[in-house]
């Protein structure tokens, strides 16, 4: 004969089925039926005919594919037998898939107790988990067997629960966003998706992730013996102040934003098979041009100072919304501390684009493809903007200052490449900040007060050729995207022209760029990987060249 003293209950609980805290980060419970109303996870909920109805405020969550498993319970000695665990010898019970009733707002499986071959000597724990695979139940609960199957009794309350023609044990239960341990209030999803495939997308639409078919390897499906994960999405608050306890999203001196998100799956899968697509909204300003060069980057968690930062490879994430998305709520004090004083990144434009004023902003989604989860968040590209006026501490740069090093603080230096043969201004590889024109139409004259770069000492026009002069060449210490520069062409001719090319690391050309003939005109030249370019009037032209920018 069973028995069980239901006042040692709480006792029992440290020895049960599953630790809890893993998945839920909530509290063991106190009883042997663990829900959102048993001390269990406050996002699930057991419902009648296994337990009273309960009451809950959250968000009920369809979006998922539930399994319940029921295992026969090892018990303590007589004469308390108190349940001690799933018993490992016995495999569970599966009752059969599990459908969703949206518009009751709950899930159900059908337990045809006959069919399981119970016995009314033994004891058995529903166990209800988010997905396959899962090492943690969202809950579970207790019930003894009566008559040989024709009735349970729940262990915790002692009541008896009805059967369905003495023999079927509806088991109904509610699941709700924050159920897998993300804070659900503002912006998350917590969503079951196939190894065949599919979307995940937030609540609010301003993160979410596309899953190609094959993106779970194959070993990982045989071992774990699933189908499916569930995947969660939770945006991170940013906190640039080193203030707060958060930090910002990502632990490198980038100036980083609002669209912070921590992406997972559960079961953890590892590597992925097939690169998945990560997309999150950004707020940047109509105006700016730099939309495209927004760089996504990953961090695995626990993040420390010494975490490695993985840039994503850019690609297009049409799933997200961004319209109404905002920063709003998320820049504390401190929030624009920028380095570098502005060079490396413009924090006055930067931070009126931040600001409330909406109409000045366009909310859009940056994508990116990766092939692992963790912590998510975004950038915008370095930026180094040169005038040759001034050093990178803001000081006058002298007219005739050789500038081959000046820059080295942000990145960037500059050589002359002398052309074969030729004496024009001389033979050294020194590059020059200039202010001896001239430039046709006047601007910019001898003395005008205006540097620009050239190969050419103070006190000699400015202009030069690539084969009068030379080409001057500019390194970047870091990987460059796009590299811009302002033309004045000065002849001979109407049809002067400067140019500007880029190279990689190996030397070999990454494209070419000619200005407009014999017009000023801003040249840039956009590729991967800029490691260096060069620039010079075109072949016998001659061209004045000014206002070096960027983007890393």
């Known amino acids: 004969m069973k028995r069980i003293v239901l006042l040692s209950l709480a006792g029992a609980l440290t020895i049960a089925c599953q630790d809890h805290r893993s998945m839920t980060g909530v509290k063991p419970p106190s009883a042997l039926l663990s829900d959102g109303s048993n001390s269990g996870n406050t996002h699930f909920f057991f419902l009648p005919p296994l337990v009273k109805q309960p009451s809950f405020s959250g968000v009920f969550n369809p979006a998922l594919k539930p399994i319940v498993l029921i295992c026969q319970l090892d018990v303590g000695p007589a004469p308390l037998n108190i349940p001690i665990g799933c018993s490992s010898g016995i495999a569970p019970i599966n009752p059969g898939p599990v459908t969703a009733d949206v518009v009751g707002q709950q899930y159900l499986v059908n337990w045809d107790t006959r069919l399981s071959g119970i016995a009314d000597d033994k004891f058995y724990r529903i166990q209800v988990f988010g997905g396959a695979g899962q090492a943690d139940p969202l809950g579970f609960a207790d019930v003894d067997p009566v008559n040989n199957g024709s009735g349970l009794k729940n262990v915790n309350t002692g009541q008896y629960i009805g059967l369905v023609d003495g023999r079927t044990l509806p088991i109904k239960f509610r699941i709700e966003r924050g159920a897998f341990g993300t804070n659900c209030v503002r912006d998350c999803a917590e969503g079951s998706v196939a190894a065949t495939g599919g979307t995940v997308i937030t609540n609010t639409g301003f993160a979410g992730a596309l899953f190609p078919d094959g993106w779970i390897r194959p070993e990982v499906l045989k071992e774990l013996g699933i189908d499916n994960v569930v995947v969660t999405i939770e945006r991170v608050p940013v906190d640039n102040s080193g203030e707060g306890t958060l930090g910002p999203c990502l632990p490198f001196g980038k100036q980083q934003f609002e669209g912070c998100y921590r992406f997972t799956t559960n079961p953890p899968v590892g590597r992925f098979a097939q690169l998945v697509t990560v997309g999150i909204c950004v707020e940047l300003p109509e105006s700016d041009p730099r939309h495209d060069g927004v760089e996504l980057f990953s961090v695995e968690e626990p993040v420390t100072s010494e975490s490695p930062v993985t840039r994503l490879p850019n690609a297009p994430a049409p799933f997200v ?232």
Not at 399 to 416: E, K, M, Q, S, W
Not at 520 to 527: F, G, K
């Open 321 to 552: 919304t961004c319209e109404s998305f905002s920063s709003a709520g998320a820049p504390p004090a401190g929030f624009f501390g920028f380095a570098r004083s502005g060079w490396r990144t413009l924090s006055r434009e930067v931070a009126s684009w931040l600001s409330p004023r909406s109409l000045l902003a366009a909310h859009v989604g940056a994508g990116g493809l990766t092939g692992s989860f963790s912590r998510i968040g975004w950038a915008l590209p370095d930026t180094t903007m040169i005038n040759f006026d001034v050093d990178p501490n803001g000081s006058s740069v002298a007219p005739g200052t050789i500038v081959n090093t000046l820059y080295n603080a942000v990145d960037v230096t500059f050589t002359r490449l002398p052309a074969a043969g030729s004496s024009f201004c001389g033979t050294s590889s020194n590059v020059y900040a200039n202010d001896h024109g001239p430039l046709a139409g006047g601007g910019f004259g001898s003395n005008s007060g205006n540097n620009t770069v050239t190969v050419c000492a103070e006190g000699t026009a400015s202009d030069f050729s690539e084969n009068a002069g030379g080409r001057i060449q500019g390194h970047f210490s870091f990987p460059a995207s796009e590299v811009c520069l302002n033309v004045y062409p000065t002849g001979p001719g109407e049809g002067a022209t400067g140019f500007i090319e880029a190279f990689n690391s190996s030397g070999t050309s990454l494209g070419k760029v000619t200005s407009a003939p014999g017009a000023a005109d801003r040249i840039c030249i956009v590729a991967t990987g800029i490691d260096h370019v060069q620039f010079a009037g075109t072949g016998d032209s001659f061209a004045i060249f000014d206002n070096f920018d960027v983007i890393f």
